[in-house]
């Protein structure tokens, strides 16, 4: 358990927190998630914050530097999730790249592109095992960071199915289900996501009590 007082003293995360990302996705899914608990939520990109080049080399650190980039821009607590698809028969793969690997020469993201270029990888391989992994960054204006994480195992499929959420949630299918992320509605897929896993904890920690 975090020693939420000493990092948390001054900063009541109940009145303010500042979400660091440009994805509406993840924006969408994080504010449903934290639902009322907190006051005053305002995005990285309604503040015409910069999004950061993601330099690490690891879901920590690339949370971290988002986070502490919006901190320290405003003053104000700041949650970035940095998370993506990791697939066993690609050694992990795209991993820290999943949004990259959706990246046209044109510099476009094109998410039917990307699952493509996954299924074509793997099409002839039997393990089609892959998990979800969300890293949450919580950093404080003095540089602070609090970090929580969930993961949710599954496969491939393929074709891909479903119109809902976003990125590769078309060609995840999460263990025990018949469906896909992509036909799940949005509460469906929070009982099982990564995010939803990793803000949990976020929420238990830093927004109760
Ligand atoms: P980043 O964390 O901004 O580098 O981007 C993470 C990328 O991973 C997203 O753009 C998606 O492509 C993928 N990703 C992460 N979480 C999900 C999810 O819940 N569903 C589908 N794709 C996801």
């Known amino acids: 358990m975090l020693d939420r007082s000493a990092a948390g003293k001054n900063y009541h995360l109940e009145n303010d927190l500042v979400i660091a990302t440009h994805n509406t ?3 969408r899914e994080i504010q449903e998630l934290i639902g009322g608990r907190v006051v005053h939520i305002q995005s990285a990109g309604e503040l015409g914050l ?4 993601e330099t690490g080399t690891t879901f920590h650190e690339n949370a971290a530097l988002k986070a502490l ?15 993506g698809l990791a697939v066993a028969a690609l050694d992990g793969a795209p991993g820290i ?3 990259r690997w959706a990246e046209k020469e044109d510099g ?3 998410f039917g592109f990307g699952m493509e270029k996954i299924w074509d990888k ?3 391989q039997d393990n089609k095992r892959a998990q979800f992994i969300s890293v949450l960054a919580l950093a404080f204006p003095d540089g602070q960071i609090f970090y929580t994480e969930g993961t949710v195992e599954g496969e491939i499929v393929w074709p891909p199915r479903g119109e809902n959420g976003f990125g590769y949630d078309p060609i995840f299918q999460a263990d025990g289900q018949t ?3 992509g036909e799940m509605t949005a509460e469906e897929k929070h009982a ?3 995010r939803a896993k990793a803000l949990r904890a976020f929420v238990k920690t830093w927004c109760s009590g």
């Open 25 to 27: 996705g993840k924006l």
């Open 50 to 53: 910069d999004d950061p080049e």
């Open 69 to 83: 980039a919006a901190a320290q821009a405003t003053g104000k607590p700041a949650l970035a999730d940095d998370s």
């Open 97 to 99: 790249y999943s949004a």
């Open 108 to 110: 476009t993201r094109d």
């Open 122 to 124: 793997i099409q002839n």
């Open 179 to 181: 469906r896909t992320f």
């Open 192 to 194: 099982l996501s990564h």
